[in-house]
């Protein structure tokens, strides 16, 4: 190497500023003329003294020579004409004792041409075992493989504990065919802090980045991300995995428990900590599955800066969130879910990302995730970036995320946070602030092309997930498969009938007879798609108030409300949704900062509340009339949706098996109805299998005496009707009582079987809950 290049060299070095420094550091073959010289440079700013050793045989080979004071040290090996393996012993300025180091730029590429083929394709679905930071031995030596997708900047350098986060330490190698920088640094192990430090295309130094692909991430505030144990957790949901595919079918009961892990319980005593990932496995898995929920779905848990993004506004997209443990407790926590037959869904937010310095934006001094036109890449709403779906990095990057998350942590599901914001060129934008498609539309073709890659891949890769959209406009097809023009998710929240059904409940009953469509015009699209009814945390936060606030009246008639209102919608069609705290009432509007309102199951009304909602999970999951046909329009059918005046409605819900079905009235007025009149399919009697107004729900015990005999009288354009005692502010739910036909030879084996035990031909339902009947 002529020797103005290499002095040239040698400053950029010095400088943290080489675009290829592995042409210089490391170990090279010099040629002059017939003459081949092994050469060894190195930077090494603290040493006063670099030998070179032989690996094979520990003899010194080489003494370098410190040609800069900054501490650049090169110089031949005389003795050797081929490279060979070595390391290097260091003499510190400050210290009489050497140490030997592994030199990090000895070691091959760590990338294969394959691998940088298909990310550049945007096909490396396991892109995530390459890029970040991997625990690994390389030729024997154990260390860390770091990579990092960057292709517009100058220089690149991991940082760290491991080299004081200077950045002239660790230069990387660029592999500028898919712009990517990577290196191998022997003795950097698990636990170790990192971030890039990024020198853009001007020149210009860039905030310390953290890993796009880290597994961990420091504790918040703090940013770096960390290095992972590479331990495989040994998974023992063997059994619900294999039987998960039904849990989530359309013909199954769901009922999701939706937390926010940080504010759903707290330690008081030791100054308000978060419950730790384990804790929780003890805590709320016990919790959820006493209330008889099928599912939980945890708010995002991937790293984010900010406490008050409740985890939207994510930084980390590939680690756990660190607040609550390792990513190893996490994996426990799911793995005692499903050993206790509870799903795991997550956020996962796909739809933009915060402009923190150490985050993806702007990341390599270009807008390289997000689009650099504001009106294609921020959202005025939240101030936070788009991801460029069009560009097969960022689409690889988001694609291998939502597998990795089924991967590596068994998570069942993914509810896509704003899939409405991605959708929409112009969602949230007054005119003139956003740029139509290459049709002249408003659609966003390339994240459209994008949702729907993601959820074949989802479901093309893991039998029995299910993915779900938060999407809040009237896009067609949502739910369906992508070979019949849909977007290929599971299932879609319901936001009409939510905030139709919540601005009704919300009235006094006086003024409900004139809003009674709000109850009945969900109904004209509910089989449109495959729906789950919502009340999630977004309708008890910014000033909305909690959902038992919602409700009109007195303390009493607040509950009997509630009550009601959340028997009405696990009887509806429809899969189910509860954010924490509504299931006793909690009173204070949710805040992310400090635990649910526990002591409150010590009142009896909030007691009565968590008492019917685990009743009514359990009328849901045991009764298919509910579940099965939750997304078909034969499973529902009206008895009577015009009777305004009174505010009551009255509907049937049927199981594939048609004569199979429960019947539910619903009375929306603190009166008592007497003598309420519906019309049924068939006659015989009738238990009542759920009263809100129970006692051992708080309420004032009105009912049917827990069951009623049909008359052969016409109503509802049915042969027979039900003559009803509806209560106040109360939903009652009846199913045609079960007979069983006992056989002569039937009983005498059932005689023998019990000695003189009478048999009798009369069963109650399975699961009954109770009634006001049975608690006099």
């Not at 065919?177 to 698990?190: Q, R, Y």
């Not at 999407?471 to 929240?493: D, H, M, N, Q």
């Not at 909030?606 to 997304?631: F, K, W």
């Not at 004569?659 to 238990?687: A, K, L, M, W």
Request: aromatic content about 12%.
């Amino acid at each position: 190497m002529k020797h103005a290049k290499l002095q040239a060299d040698i400053d950029k070095i010095l400088n943290a500023d080489h675009h290829d420094p592995f042409a210089i550091l490391g170990m090279h073959t010099e040629v002059s003329g017939d003459t081949r010289t092994i050469v060894v440079r190195t930077y090494q700013p603290d040493a006063r003294r670099v030998s070179v050793i032989e690996s094979a045989t520990g003899d010194v080979v080489g003494e370098l020579e410190c040609v800069r004071p900054q501490g650049f040290f090169m110089g031949p090996i005389e003795d050797k004409a081929a490279p060979f393996r070595y390391r290097l012993s260091i003499l510190p300025r400050d210290s009489a004792e050497e140490y030997q180091i592994e030199d990090p730029y000895r070691f091959p590429p760590i990338l294969g041409q394959l691998d940088l083929h298909l990310l550049t394709e945007g096909k490396h679905l396991r892109i995530f075992e390459k890029l970040g930071a991997h625990p690994t031995v390389m030729e024997g030596v154990a260390g860390t493989t770091f990579a990092v997708w960057a292709p517009n900047a100058r220089k690149v350098s991991v940082v760290g504990d491991f080299n004081n986060w200077d950045g002239r330490m660790h230069p990387m190698r660029n592999r500028h065919e898919a712009g990517v920088w990577e290196i191998f640094l022997p003795g950097v192990g698990p636990g170790a802090r990192y971030k890039f430090e990024v020198r853009a295309g001007f020149g210009e130094l860039m905030a310390l980045k953290a890993d796009p692909y880290a597994f961990e991430a420091e504790h918040p505030p703090a940013t770096a991300s960390v290095v992972h144990d590479p331990t495989p957790y040994k998974w023992n949901d063997q059994a619900w995995m294999g039987r998960r595919a039904h849990a989530h079918d359309r013909d199954a009961p769901v009922a999701i428990y939706e937390v926010h892990l940080g504010s759903w319980k707290r330690r008081p005593e030791e100054g308000n900590r978060y419950l730790t990932y384990r804790e929780l496995a003890d805590d709320l898995i016990a919790y959820v599955k006493d209330l008889g929920f099928t599912h939980i779905e945890l708010m995002p848990i991937h790293e984010y800066p900010f406490d008050g993004s409740w985890g939207y506004q994510p930084t980390g997209l590939f680690a756990a969130t660190s607040r609550y443990g390792k990513p190893s407790d996490l994996k426990y926590f799911i793995d005692r879910c499903h050993q206790e037959g509870l799903g795991v869904l997550i956020d996962w937010v796909a739809g933009h990302f915060p402009g923190d310095a150490h985050g993806l934006c702007y990341f390599d001094g270009t807008h390289l995730y997000e689009h650099s036109d504001p009106r294609l890449g921020r959202h005025m709403d939240w101030d936070t970036l788009i991801y460029n779906y069009g560009r097969t990095e960022v689409r690889n990057f988001l694609l291998s995320n939502a597998l990795y998350w089924m991967e590596e942590f068994h998570v069942d599901g993914l509810r896509v946070d704003a899939v409405a914001s991605m959708l929409y060129l112009d969602y949230s934008r007054k005119e003139g602030e956003w740029i139509p498609n290459v049709f002249g539309g408003r659609e966003n073709l390339e994240a459209i092309d994008f949702i729907k890659t993601m959820n074949e891949l989802v479901y093309g890769h893991h039998e029995g997930v299910m993915t779900v959209a938060e999407e809040s406009t009237a896009w067609p097809a949502v739910s369906r498969p992508t070979y019949l023009g849909g977007l290929g998710f599971g299932y879609k929240w319901n936001m009409g009938w939510m905030n139709d059904t919540l601005r009704y409940i919300s009235k006094d009953p006086v003024h409900r007879r004139y809003h009674h469509d709000l109850l009945t015009f969900g109904l004209l699209y509910s089989f449109t798609e495959n729906f789950i009814l919502p009340l999630s945390h977004d309708e008890v936060v910014h000033g909305k108030g909690s959902l038992l606030s919602k409700m009109p009246g007195d303390g009493w008639q607040k509950f009997a409300n509630l009550r009601t209102y959340l028997t009405f919608m696990y009887t509806m069609s429809g899969k189910k949704l509860l954010f924490m705290g509504i299931e006793f009432g909690q009173g204070d509007e949710w805040n992310h900062n400090k635990s649910l309102d526990w002591h409150l199951l010590d009142y009896p009304l909030q007691r009565g509340l968590h008492n019917l909602v685990r009743d009514i999970n359990m009328l849901y999951r045991s009764n298919p009339a509910l579940y099965e046909t939750d997304c078909a329009p034969e499973g529902f059918s009206w008895i009577d949706c015009h009777d305004s005046d009174n505010s009551i409605i009255s509907y049937i819900r049927k199981a594939k098996d048609p004569e199979d079905f429960v019947v539910v009235v619903c009375n929306f007025t603190p009166v008592v109805r007497q003598s309420y009149r519906i019309g049924v399919p068939v006659g015989g009697s009738y238990d009542e299998i759920l009263n809100t107004d129970a006692a051992c729900y708080e309420g004032s015990g009105v009912g049917n005496q827990g069951r009623v005999d049909a008359e052969e009288r016409e109503a509802h354009g049915h042969p027979f009707s039900l003559d009803l005692v509806l209560p106040p502010l109360g939903a009652v739910v009846l199913k045609p009582h079960r007979e069983v036909v006992v056989t002569p030879e039937a009983e005498d084996t059932a005689e023998e079987a019990a000695g003189t035990e009478e048999l009798s031909a009369e069963v109650e339902p399975a699961e009954t809950p109770r009634t006001d009947a049975e608690e006099a």
